[in-house]
Nanobody
Framework: QVQLVESGGGLVQAGGSLRLSCTAS????????MGWYRQAPGKQRELVAG???????NYADSVKGRFTISRDNAKNTVDLQMNSLKPEDTAVYYC??????????????WGQGTQVTVSS
């Protein structure tokens, strides 16, 4: 059994910062790709940022230069530092981790979601 627990969401004024964290625990052989997604009301869930186990990152154009994704392979954590937040960043943020439970078996796990609200 694997669990993902997220923390760090909240309410912030435009221009402010928040840091989201996601920790995986349980039957984990290894964590592979990790990422943060978000879903605003009435919109589809979208990728915000991703990071490979080797540390290669990719970002949505809308957050480049403002958000930074990082991970700690020893602790099975992935963080998202969000700076210069805008009202359009308001959404529920979800972490997704590809977890290898054995050498040959891997699957996606999602966090429960954390609300980020940016006021203008």
């Amino acid at each position: 059994q694997v669990q993902l627990v997220e923390s760090g969401g909240g309410l912030v004024q435009a221009g402010g910062s928040l840091r989201l964290s996601c920790t995986a625990s349980g039957n984990i052989f290894r964590t592979d790709d990790m990422g943060w997604y978000r879903q605003a009301p009435g919109k589809q869930r979208e990728l915000v940022a991703g990071i490979t186990r080797a540390g290669v990152t990719n970002y949505a154009d809308s957050v480049k230069g403002r958000f930074t994704i990082s991970r700690d392979n020893a602790k099975n954590t992935v963080d998202l530092q969000m700076n210069s937040l805008k009202p359009e960043d308001t959404a529920v943020y979800y972490c997704k981790v590809v977890i290898r439970e054995t050498f040959t078996y891997a699957r996606d796990y999602w966090g429960q979601g954390t609300q980020v609200t940016v006021s203008s």
